[in-house]
């Protein structure tokens, strides 16, 4: 590996993506469960509920600052780093980009007003309804931003003529065939691991041995929207790998060590491969992959032979899908297991086992987001446009990347710790007894 | 007026917008951080953190929205801009960074710490000088462009008279409007005693403002004799009137009266020297390598933006001026009688 302007470009967009995700996935789901929290408190008139809504809502106010500013750095990284990139999908993708801000901008707004208005209104539904344009905006930058990078993936709408992009057509650029799926998969598992994450607090905080009201009732809300959300996760996944064997193959292939084009192909979980590409110690399931492409087992799946070598992506990815996918196995399991649980009187839902394996199911959803999206972009390699540009065509001719790799990683470290130490040390300070007792005196 | 004219318009109208609201947030930072070093924190900083609480996100945007609509009618730029400001640009946003996640360590999480104060303070003087050096690179003169390959000459910009007057600039300025915000607000808010240090801050910034406007012209001159004739010779009304604004502003906070007066006196200075600038920029937007008229994005796209561009207009303006009304405007808010 040579560390050369692309290499480096490469490894500093990936750092800060890998950041800004974290904070980006919390920034989309956590609205929702806040806009609930807060519905639910006001219609049942439960101060417990209205006291969640309020400290999630404060805890994340600072992960929303981290979340904007490295999201300002990739919009400021995305011409700095890649900039003949830039300069052919400006003319093509320039939309949905201005549409995000429109988006982040209404956020902005509204999130501002929640956030200072809390006792402000008589009627307390109109506080409520801030929650809306906030969800709205959180979502759409999602949507938005998720367009651009489905065009990365299947670029359409434009001719690529001497370098330059003519006959644009910005509408059929943005509703590419990668949008839909994008999107959804996207959305679904924000809101899944935004609710798996408040769960793993609630977890947490009840084996620490609180085990109040307050308490139970987060672990309860947080884990019937964990379920719910990975449900449209596991629907929102399906529908991508079809979406890819039809129009993406290689990413497929790549994740699933699919050589040869055949019917009735197998899935392949975990194992590892050889220096022939020979695969060994794998789980195999026989024609399920031809399942998961087409819904039928005599679905032809394309393989990784069929494209010239060169055009290939690394074999690595196949471990990132895997990882994704069992994760997202595991945290449905884990919320229905749970629900069960309540439901059924004769078990105990608080017992120590379960509650670590929600303690567990909040990391490692923001662990699978990570995953997921290194294989959707390692899985487009080499390509920057898929078809169009590759990588090494768009990276910047700048001298200095290294250094201003050095410093964004002491950044990220910085703002990564102080982010944690900051959040503790706002809850510990408070304890959500002590709170509920000074802002709702007579439960 | 066609359809790049009007798209650069519309962008160096939030690059205005930028420069006002995030003046005030930039010089707000380092006015906390004074008050809390020289122990009149109690006097000056509840004011400046219940304005801008509420508002340091919506700053932040007017920003995004510039460099991303400028890539977007402009593609060419990013190109360009691009590979020069690789150095100062990653430097501007990680102070950007630092700035805006401390400012809510130390506002939302532990309340008062020095050290987040400093870093916040500190760097509200800093992006300024740092973001100028885009407009500076702007008047050519500080890349080499061979076939394929930029190359930013930092050396040259290092000793550049011209480039450090703009640094200078941009920090007095950012100090005086900022200044001249809060003395309004704490007028607003009935605080005398955080208007009289405010009005103090914004009456010992004015003359360096006007000086250090001067000095650029004077670099200019140097630096792009081209731009400076025109904007001498065609704009040089649009500057007078800028002086013009400086000194009402000046005057009025002077002998205690019409805050709110001065301070739109102080937007309408820095409106027209802003504008008077950018007008006679034109047509270069990066000297002598992108010109307006070739390097706009084609003409779908641009219509595309526009009609997007107006639609998110008409979402924001309901939105900004109930935020104003709500934190700005409201009376009991401002003197924190509303949490």
């Known amino acids: 590996m040579e560390l050369d302007s692309v290499m480096l470009s490469r490894m500093l967009t990936s750092m800060t993506l890998a950041f800004h995700i974290i904070f980006a996935t919390i920034g989309v789901g956590v609205p929702i469960m806040i806009s609930i929290a807060e519905f639910i408190g006001i219609k049942r008139n439960d101060p417990y509920y209205l006291l969640l809504a309020r400290r999630w809502a404060r805890g994340f106010t600072i992960t929303v600052a981290v979340g904007v500013v490295t999201g ?7 011409s700095l780093l890649w900039p003949s990139f830039m300069e052919v999908a400006g003319q093509v993708i320039a939309l949905p980009l201005f549409m995000e801000t429109f988006a982040f901008f209404f956020e902005a707004i509204f999130l501002g007003i929640y956030l200072y208005t809390w006792d402000r209104f008589k009627n307390r539904m109109t506080h409520w309804v801030l929650t809306i344009p906030v969800m709205i905006g959180s979502s759409a930058s999602a949507l938005f931003i998720t367009t651009v990078n489905s065009f990365m993936n299947t670029p359409q709408g434009f001719e690529l003529k001497s370098g330059k ?12 065939p990668a949008t839909p799926s994008k999107v959804f998969h996207v959305l679904t598992t924000s809101y899944m691991t935004a609710a798996a994450v408040l769960a793993a607090i609630a977890a947490f905080a009840i084996m620490k041995g609180k085990r109040s009201q307050y308490e139970r009732k987060a672990l309860r809300l947080t884990m019937i929207c964990t379920f719910i959300f990975s449900i449209l996760t596991a629907v929102a996944g399906d529908i991508s790998a079809k979406f890819l064997a039809e129009k993406q193959p290689e990413k497929l292939a790549a994740a699933e060590w699919h050589f040869e084009t055949e019917k009735n192909a197998d899935l392949i979980l975990f194992g590892t491969l050889d220096e022939n ?5 794998e789980i195999r399931l026989p024609g399920f992959l031809s ?10 799946v394309i393989g990784l032979n069929e494209f010239p070598e060169d055009e290939r992506p690394p074999l690595w990815i196949h471990y990132m899908f895997d990882l994704m996918v069992s994760i997202g196995f595991f945290v449905l399991a884990v919320s229905g297991i749970y629900i069960l649980m309540d439901k059924i009187k004769r078990f105990n839902e608080l017992n120590k086992p379960l509650l670590w394996m929600i303690t567990a199911s909040g990391p490692l959803a923001m662990l699978a987001i990570e995953f997921g999206w290194i294989y959707a972009e390692v899985g487009r390699q080499p390509w920057i446009l898929r078809g169009y540009m590759k990588v090494s065509e768009a990276a910047t001719t700048g001298d200095g990347v290294g250094l201003t790799f050095i410093l964004f990683a002491l950044l990220y470290l910085v703002l990564g710790v102080l982010c944690v130490i900051v959040l503790i040390r706002m809850f510990k300070n408070t304890p959500a007894e002590a709170e509920l007792e000074k802002r709702f005196p007579n439960p | 007026m066609n359809l790049e004219l009007l798209g650069i318009t519309v962008l160096w109208t939030f690059l205005y917008g930028y420069l006002i609201v995030a003046s005030i947030d930039f010089g707000a930072g380092f006015f906390a951080y004074y008050g809390k070093i020289t122990k009149k924190d109690h006097l000056i900083n509840d004011l400046i953190s219940r304005y801008l609480s509420p508002v340091w996100e919506v700053t932040n945007v007017f920003f995004v929205f510039f460099f991303v609509g400028i890539v977007g009618f402009f593609p060419s730029t990013a190109y360009y801009f691009g590979t020069a400001l690789l150095i100062p640009g990653s430097i501007a946003i990680i102070l950007l960074a ?44 500080f890349l080499n462009v061979e076939g394929n390959k930029v190359t930013f000459l930092a050396k040259e910009l290092f000793t550049s008279p011209y480039s450090w007057s703009v640094v200078a600039l941009s920090i007095v300025s950012v100090l005086f409007i900022s200044a001249a915000f809060l003395t309004y607000y704490a007028d607003r808010a009935n605080d005398r005693g955080a208007r009289a240090i405010l009005r103090k801050f914004a009456l010992l910034w004015s003359p360096p403002t006007i000086l250090a406007s001067l000095l650029v012209f004077v670099s200019l001159r140097e630096h792009n004799p081209e731009h400076f004739q025109k904007a001498v010779s065609e704009y040089w009304w649009m500057f007078a009137m800028s002086l013009v604004c400086f000194m009402m502003a000046s005057y009025l906070i002077y002998i205690r009266k019409h805050f709110g007066t001065a301070f739109i006196m102080v937007m309408l200075q820095f409106f027209f020297a802003f504008f008077g600038y950018g007008a006679s920029h034109l047509p270069y937007i990066l000297y002598p390598h992108v010109i307006l008229h070739e390097s706009v994005t084609n003409e779908t796209m641009a219509m595309a933006l526009v009609i997007v561009f107006i639609l998110g207009l008409l979402l924001l303006i309901p939105s900004l001026y109930l935020l104003m009304k709500l934190f700005l405007f409201d009376a009991d808010y401002i003197k924190g009688k509303k949490q």
Not at chain 1, 165 to 176: G, H
Not at chain 2, 132 to 138: C, D, E, K, N, R
Request: proline letters at 3%; charged letters at 10%; glycine letters at 10%.
């Open chain 1, 72 to 78: 300002t750095a990739i919009g400021l990284q995305l």
């Open chain 1, 165 to 176: 992009a003519v006959n644009i057509d910005p509408i059929a650029a943005m509703f590419n």
């Open chain 1, 277 to 281: 590409n020979e695969i060994k110690n």
């Open chain 1, 291 to 300: 399942f998961l492409a087409g819904s039928s087992f005599d679905t032809k």
């Open chain 2, 98 to 141: 630092i700035r805006g996640s401390f400012y809510a360590f130390n506002n939302y999480g532990s309340k008062n710490n020095i050290v987040y104060l400093f870093l916040y303070g500190a760097t509200g003087l800093l992006i300024p000088a740092s973001l100028s050096t885009a407009l500076t690179i702007s008047e050519g003169g």
